[in-house]
C-alpha cells in the first residue's frame, strides 16, 4: 500500500493508538490501528464503525472525524483562522485535534506525543478577562485567544474550554495546553436577543434532571458578573499526583458517531421540515438510537437510560435533543451510556420551531404527544408499555416533588428566576399529561400500531 499523501497519529495519554491517512485528491481516508494498541486486551475502537481487527472504509473515518468539528459560526471562524476550507476536514483536525471530544489527541505524524512536553506555566484566565471577552466576541471570536483558536467541540454556541482544578470561579481557570487537558466548558449568555436566560434555563434543566435521579452531567453558573455556565466535563477526571497535575481523558462518542451517520444526520428529518423534504427520515431517530443497544454493555440499564432520556425531553419541553445530544462511552467490551447534557426547555422561546428532533412514533408536533404516539413509540423501540407508564410516573412525581424546590434553591436571577418558573409549571403540567397518556398507550391494541 502506497504512503498517503497526508498523515496524523492518534494518541491516547502517551500511547501511540492509530495512523489516519489522507488523499486529498480522491478523498480517501485511512485508518490503520498500530500493533501496540491492537494486541492490547484494554484496546478499544474508536467507534463500532470503525473496529480494531477489519478494514475501516473511507467514509465512516470521515464521518468519525467530521463530528469532532464546531458547527455553524463556530465553524467558519475555526476556518478562517486556519485558512483552511469549511469543508477541508483533514486540515480542520489537524488545526484542532489536540484538545477533542473523547480520549484521543490527533498530532502530526512523527511528532512523538508519548515525549515530556517542555513545562510552561500555564496561562490563567480571570474572571474581568472572561468578562471583557465575552463582550467583545461580536468582533472578536471567544474562542481566539493569544492568537490561537481554542475550541474543538461540537455544537453551534459559543464555548470556552478551561481547565479547572474545582469548581471554576472558586479556583483558578487554565486555557489547557498538553499535558493538561480541558476539564470544563464555559458557555456564555448567547449573543441571540431571542434567547434570554438561557444559562439559567439550561442550569435548572440539568439541576432538575440530576434531583430525579437521572444522570446529569454537572454544572454551577459562573458570573463575571455575566452568567456563563460551567459544565464539568465527564470525559475527562484531573489528577494531581508525584508527577503533577495531569487530566485522564475518556473516550466518548455521540450518536452520531456510532450510528456512522455524518453530523448532518443528527436530525431524523436530515434534509428539512417543511413541504417534500419532511418525508426524508434518515437522520437518527428513537429507533436508530435503541437500535445501538447491539453494542451496549449494559443493554437493560442504557436502554432504561435512552428511555428516560426521550420522556424527560418531553417533560421540560426541549425539542432540539437531537442524534449530538446522546453519548456513549467506549470500552473495549462496547458502549456504555454516558451523562446527558445540553438539556434546555426550548419551548419557552416560541420565536423558534417546537417540532421534536426525533419523532415519537410518527410525530413531530410537541404538544401532539398523546397516548396513540406513545404506543407506536414503545412499539418500535422495544419498550414494554407497563415500563413506560412506570417511567411516566416516575417523572410525574419527581417533578411533583422536586421541580419547585430547585427553582426556589439555586442562585437565580430576578429575570431568571421568572423564566425557571414557567419551566417549572410547563414541566408539571406536561408530566401529568404525559403519566395518564402513558397510561392510555398501555391499552391501545398492537394491530393499530
Known amino acids: 500500500m502506497n504512503q498517503p499523501t497526508h498523515q496524523l497519529s492518534l494518541w491516547l495519554h502517551k500511547r501511540h493508538v492509530a495512523d489516519i491517512g489522507y488523499e486529498p485528491l480522491n478523498e480517501a481516508w485511512s485508518l490503520r490501528y498500530t500493533d501496540e494498541w491492537s494486541q492490547d486486551r484494554q484496546a478499544f475502537a474508536l467507534s463500532p464503525a470503525l473496529p480494531l481487527d477489519a478494514e475501516c472504509s473511507?467514509?465512516?473515518?470521515?464521518?468519525?472525524?467530521?463530528?469532532?468539528?464546531?458547527?455553524?459560526?463556530?465553524?467558519?471562524?475555526?476556518?478562517?483562522?486556519?485558512?483552511?476550507?469549511?469543508?477541508?476536514?483533514?486540515?480542520?483536525?489537524?488545526?484542532?485535534?489536540?484538545?477533542?471530544?473523547?480520549?484521543?489527541?490527533?498530532?502530526?505524524?512523527g511528532e512523538d506525543g508519548g515525549k515530556e512536553p517542555s513545562r510552561v506555566r500555564p496561562r490563567e484566565i480571570s474572571l474581568a478577562e472572561l468578562d471583557e471577552r465575552i463582550g467583545e466576541r461580536e468582533s472578536r471570536p471567544l474562542m481566539e485567544w493569544d492568537g490561537k483558536v481554542r475550541m474543538s467541540v461540537a455544537g453551534y454556541q459559543d464555548k470556552l474550554l478551561v481547565y479547572a482544578n474545582g469548581e471554576p470561579g472558586e479556583v483558578p481557570m487554565f486555557l489547557p495546553d498538553f499535558p493538561l487537558a480541558s476539564t470544563h466548558i464555559l458557555k456564555p449568555e448567547p449573543a441571540d436577543a431571542r434567547l434570554p436566560h438561557m444559562v439559567a434555563n439550561e442550569h435548572f434543566c440539568m439541576k432538575l434532571a440530576k434531583r430525579l435521579g437521572l444522570p446529569a452531567a454537572s454544572v454551577s453558573i459562573l458570573r463575571t458578573?455575566?452568567?456563563?455556565?460551567?459544565?464539568?466535563?465527564?470525559?475527562?477526571?484531573?489528577?494531581?499526583?508525584?508527577?503533577?497535575?495531569?487530566?485522564?481523558?475518556?473516550?466518548?462518542?455521540?450518536?452520531?458517531?456510532?450510528?456512522?451517520?455524518?453530523?448532518?444526520?443528527?436530525?431524523?428529518?436530515?434534509?428539512?421540515?417543511?413541504?417534500?423534504?419532511?418525508?426524508?427520515?434518515?437522520?437518527?431517530?428513537?429507533?436508530?438510537l435503541f437500535d445501538l443497544l447491539e453494542h451496549a454493555t449494559r443493554k437493560a440499564a442504557d436502554r432504561l437510560t435512552m428511555l428516560r432520556w426521550a420522556l424527560f425531553q418531553l417533560v421540560i419541553g426541549n425539542s432540539d435533543a437531537h442524534g449530538k445530544n446522546f453519548s456513549f462511552f467506549v470500552h473495549r467490551s462496547g458502549l456504555q451510556a454516558a451523562p446527558w447534557y445540553d438539556l434546555v426547555s426550548v419551548v419557552q422561546y416560541p420565536q423558534f420551531s417546537h417540532d421534536l428532533a426525533m419523532a415519537f412514533g410518527d410525530e413531530f408536533d410537541l404538544d401532539q404527544i398523546k397516548a396513540f404516539s406513545l404506543a407506536d413509540f414503545a412499539q418500535r423501540c422495544g419498550i414494554d408499555r407497563q415500563l413506560l407508564v412506570r417511567e411516566c410516573r416516575r417523572m410525574r412525581d419527581g417533578v411533583r416533588q422536586h421541580a419547585v424546590e430547585v427553582a426556589n434553591s439555586q442562585p437565580y436571577l430576578a429575570a431568571e428566576r421568572e423564566l425557571v418558573s414557567k419551566i417549572v409549571e410547563f414541566a408539571q403540567a406536561q408530566s401529568e399529561r404525559l403519566e395518564a397518556a402513558s397510561r392510555e398507550a398501555r391499552g391501545i391494541s398492537p394491530n393499530m400500531l
Open 58 to 109: 473511507s467514509a465512516s473515518i470521515r464521518r468519525f472525524i467530521e463530528n469532532l468539528l464546531p458547527e455553524g459560526r463556530a465553524l467558519d471562524i475555526v476556518a478562517s483562522a486556519q485558512g483552511v476550507a469549511k469543508s477541508n476536514v483533514y486540515g480542520l483536525i489537524r488545526a484542532l485535534g489536540a484538545e477533542t471530544t473523547g480520549a484521543f489527541r490527533f498530532l502530526p505524524h
Open 225 to 288: 458578573p455575566r452568567p456563563v455556565l460551567a459544565i464539568a466535563r465527564f470525559d475527562r477526571a484531573a489528577h494531581n499526583d508525584t508527577s503533577g497535575s495531569w487530566v485522564e481523558r475518556k473516550h466518548i462518542i455521540d450518536a452520531c458517531q456510532a450510528s456512522d451517520l455524518p453530523a448532518t444526520y443528527k436530525y431524523e428529518r436530515n434534509i428539512g421540515s417543511v413541504g417534500e423534504a419532511a418525508l426524508y427520515r434518515d437522520g437518527v431517530s428513537f429507533p436508530k
